[in-house]
């Protein structure tokens, strides 16, 4: 981990990652792929998305009704078996991403999209807060035609609201590696940390006051 100065308190604490390369273009072009779908199981359905440090996305789906899992990876990249280390250089082309497990009975995918879009800044480009560079740029990803319209209605919606560009990405899915196990659960499992205390847990909290009524019981 990089111990880095951030200047929104006058606070050293770790960050996310490092800084690595600032460049948008480092990730395979797959717009124009086709999506790969990702089979049900156990009637819950999986759904793919990037916006920063994933120690701050997993925690916020996992706070949300009807997720059942969150697990922390990287996508959107061009590199097999990316790691926390290849992937904060930037040339990977991965960003970190999150799999949400959730139950299409309990919560629907336009909402964890418009949870995507309403959990963070939709306007920054290639980072996410404190922590910039391609590895932290925001992808969504959709695996059907119906999907993508979704999101497209959401990404719409939000540009008028915020009248100006929305910087995230729009990709069909191809592939999601899983992190390294120290990586899932981390807000959760390391509280202390400067990072999660002073980045992590009040974008967390940010979110809960603008999404109250879809948080499970525990997490109001």
């Known amino acids: 981990m990089k111990l880095i100065l951030i ?13 690595g390369d600032k460049s948008s273009n480092t ?9 790969v779908r990702v089979e049900m ?5 999986k759904a793919y998305f ?26 959107g990249g061009h590199t097999k078996n990316p790691t926390y280390e290849s992937s904060n250089t930037g040339k990977t082309g991965h960003a970190e991403a999150v799999e949400v497990i959730y139950d299409p009975n309990l919560v629907s995918f336009q909402t964890l999209v418009e949870v995507y879009f309403g959990s963070q800044d939709p306007t920054q480009v290639n980072g996410q807060g404190p922590d910039h560079g391609s590895q932290y740029r925001s992808l969504i990803f959709y ?12 990404k719409t919606k939000v540009s008028q609201e915020y009248k100006k560009p929305i910087a ?11 992190a390294e196990d120290y990586h899932q659960n981390y807000e959760k499992n390391n509280p202390q940390n400067p990072y999660i205390r002073n980045v ?13 009524d879809i948080l499970k019981e525990n997490n109001h």
């Open 168 to 178: 995230a990405e729009v990709l069909p899915f191809q592939k999601f590696w899983k």
């Open 200 to 212: 992590s847990i009040p974008r967390l909290n940010r979110f809960k006051a603008k999404f109250p």
């Open 143 to 154: 695996q059907t035609e119906e999907q993508k319209r979704i999101i497209e209605e959401v």
């Open 7 to 19: 200047k929104i308190l006058p606070l050293l604490f770790f960050a996310c990652g490092n800084q």
């Open 41 to 45: 199981q156990n009637g819950k359905e």
């Open 50 to 75: 990037a916006s920063g440090c994933f120690w701050c996305v997993e925690a916020i789906y996992e706070s949300i009704e009807g997720v059942e899992e969150v697990i922390s990876g990287y996508s």
């Open 27 to 35: 990730h395979e072009d797959t717009a124009n792929a086709e999506p």
